[in-house]
């Protein structure tokens, strides 16, 4: 029976490459043409956004996915791929990159303050450091958008010098004299300009740093430059710093100090010899393992992150045990053939399991409030159930055991109905008294069939991160300023680390991050174990 | 002579649908104690969904210092959400319908697929492949907040209707998770007999005519169950929504709920009770409906027969 299976991928043919496979009815074949034709659209839309954006890895990732599409659904050969494409692709491009570009994130000091590039921090820095020269001449100033380019972001000023009453065209490059003939002044301000389309105040308002932020050079080397000075007028000024890329140094002219990169507590900073930063500013840069080993050697760190882990471990242990003997006791309970109503009882038992997670846990999180919360006024306490760590884990286990129940229940009770009834009934001719019969015959066979499931919960509940960001949102938090709170689980933590408010430390978070896709795939292996043993007993 | 017939009568057991039920004390000891304790579990369990109900109807909008059958009774807090005068509710509603329906089709759509060339096609690397879509799958997209938070706001620079704070970039990232339910599928093609599609094959149908034709009409109950799984995750999804749904226009209800109740956690109960219940309904009918086939589905995977 297994020697005749489909060969289509590999029968030999004598048709062309390219055609459109096997497809013959009409329907079967426009969807085919509408398809490969939107997927070809798509792709031809957005390449002069990529070009222009010049972002290389969108557009090769582009170009492979139309190639792959074409390849894969134009010929009558790789069948499989056909059926595989759809959900790899998707697959590939937001789970299995991203915990790839994770890992790289790791090995950087990405975070809050290093977003920058290190020439962007350059230029920044240099661009604050101008000082106004009251000698130099001023400018009205109007702001302009070529009317060619596609993109908003090629702004001009068009300037007036205050004395002279010239008019100026200042783009990032250079300054450059605009003859008369192309401009309209009024009230000492152009107001047309040919080419260009004039900015409202409002629109400049809304441009915000792209225009704050501009200055036209007018003597490169000595950093003089043009600099904006709120909406309508400009200034001449020296940038009093200068940065030297052959030396890769920013010397101060009027002092004569230079500062050169040097790393202070995981960030770039440009600092002169006795230490001095120039600036606060830092840039993105690689820091090789240092996230990695600061998680390890820091003992800071290192002591909070063994406290995370032994109560992440301890929470998914317990919520696995108690959801699946609570479950398993519950299906046991219904799994009584004389009982009346049993239907009822189980669906109504399965109820909590159609409601969305988020609304158990809210609900849970206002039963152990502390001032009109259920729990106190039932049972006439007046404790603080989440500014203690040990009764907010209770609180998080209590609603976690709520909302797990319903999952295993059906599982047990799955799991107790396909037991194989001829072993169980040969059992019972034999004499085993219920108990025996349970402890010796069902429960280890109700045990193989479920231990997959059981790790796989396992694996969920070790990043449920629902539970506690809905209950708790990791806290209570110590005063001491810890990375985590009291009922924090480690990926509750890295959110933290991530997005919480005090300062963005992606690189460290990135890094908690690998650490847990290690244990995630431990226990996936743990689990395929299981599975395949499973195998080889049915 | 009356009486000893009925004496009799009562210590005949009684019979219902061929089993004997037991009567007295032995009934209590063998069935009637199940519903004692039954009836307290299912108490523990369905008390918090009585407490949202209950909440949704109370004027006070809580419970607090009040039984837990209301004493009056009001509509306000349902009106307030549909009429949109405090929350744009029926817009985040839309906004979680549309990502649920379109990510659940697609999910249903790539995970047959996947599951008809896992299952019944022979390639070279297809247990390697099955392997790795489960390994991969067990990573949780969450992980990896950090780099599909650039990931999007690159991707938004370059397709403004795809990036960060869009519906469209939020049910990209979800269909990476499109492949969750390639296991339990396969394991349902598996069990149709290989010789439903070589009749097929022998009659000269195509691949695509025995998958369309021949075997999906075999396992509608189980795409059924597939696109409900997936459509009641996708409708509890906060993790990701939380980080890429700020704004309120393009909230999805789990993220624009929680706003509401930690917003004031007293004050809002009545709203946020009666957004719940307004989301809850649909699907708990929907649920109840395909029960049988879900707790089928569930231990499919690992019960195989």
Known sequence: MTSRRFTYADGPSAEPMLTLGRTTSIPALLTKI????????????????????????????LVITVIAVFTIYTTRHCVPAKYLFPGTFFLVLFLLVPVIYTIQISTTNFGDGTRASKSETVSSIVSASVVRDDSLPTYTMSIGVSRHGDTTDDYVLLLVNSTTGRTYLGTTDRLSLMPTAQVTVKKGRIVAAKGYRILTAEQ???????ITGMSVPVNAGKGVAIHTSGISSAYTGTENLVYDSSADTITDRSTGDVYSPRMVNGRYLFVDPQGRAVSQRSWLSSVGLANYTSLFTDSSIRGQLLTTSLWTLFFAVFSVAGTFLAGLLIALLFDEPRM????????LMVVPYAVPTFIGFLIWSTFFNKDFGLVNQLTGLHLDWFGNASLAKIAVRTANLWAGIPYMFLISTGALQSLPADVVEAARVDGARPIRLFFQIKMPLLLVSVAPLLVSSFAFNFNNYNAIALMTQGGPFSSDGSLFGGTDILISGIYRLAFGGSGARFGLAAAVSVLLFFITALMAIIQFRYTRKLEEIL | ????????????????????????????????????????????????????????????????????????FTLEFYRTMVNGSKYPFMRWYGNTLLVALVVA???????TMAAYSFSRLRFRGRRGGLLSVLLVQMFPQFL??????????????????????????????????????????????????????????????????????????????????????????????????????????VK???VGLYGIIEGDQSGNLGLFCAGSILLCIPVVLLFLYLQKYITSGMTAGAVKS
Request: charged share 15%; hydrophobic share 55%; net charge positive.
């Open chain 2, 1 to 72: 002579m009356q009486r000893s017939i009925l004496d009799a009568r009562r210590h005949l057991p009684h019979v219902r649908n061929g089993m004997e039920i037991p009567r007295g004390t032995a009934w209590w000891r063998q069935i009637g104690w199940r519903h004692v304790v039954g009836i307290g579990v299912l108490g523990f369990m369905l008390f918090p969904v009585l407490y949202v109900v209950s909440a949704s109807f109370n004027p006070l909008g809580s419970i607090a210092g009040g039984s837990l059958i209301p004493r009056s």
């Open chain 1, 204 to 210: 400049v308002n809304n441009a915000g740093d792209a």
């Open chain 1, 340 to 347: 009346i109503g049993r239907k009822v009882y189980r669906s």
């Open chain 2, 252 to 254: 999805t209800l789990a």
């Open chain 1, 34 to 61: 509408i398809f490969l034709g939107l997927v070809l659209g798509l792709a031809v839309a957005i390449v002069p956004a990529l070009i222009s954006m010049r972002s290389w890895t969108m557009l090769a990732i």
């Open chain 2, 105 to 111: 089709a697609c999910e249903v759509m790539f995970s």
């Open chain 2, 144 to 249: 990896s907040a950090v780099a599909l938070f650039t990931m999007m706001s690159q991707l938004g620079r370059v397709l403004p209707g795809f990036g960060l704070n869009t519906l469209t970039g939020y049910a990209l990232i979800l269909m990476g998770g499109t492949m969750g339910n390639v296991w339990l599928m396969k394991g349902f093609f598996d069990s149709i007999p290989h010789e439903i599609d070589e009749a097929a094959e022998i009659d000269g149908a195509g691949h695509v005519t025995i998958f369309v034709k021949v075997l999906l009409p075999l396992v509608t109950p189980i795409l059924a169950v597939n696109f409900l799984l997936t459509f009641i995750h996708v409708i509890g999804e906060y993790m990701l929504a939380a980080i890429f749904l700020t704004d309120d226009k």
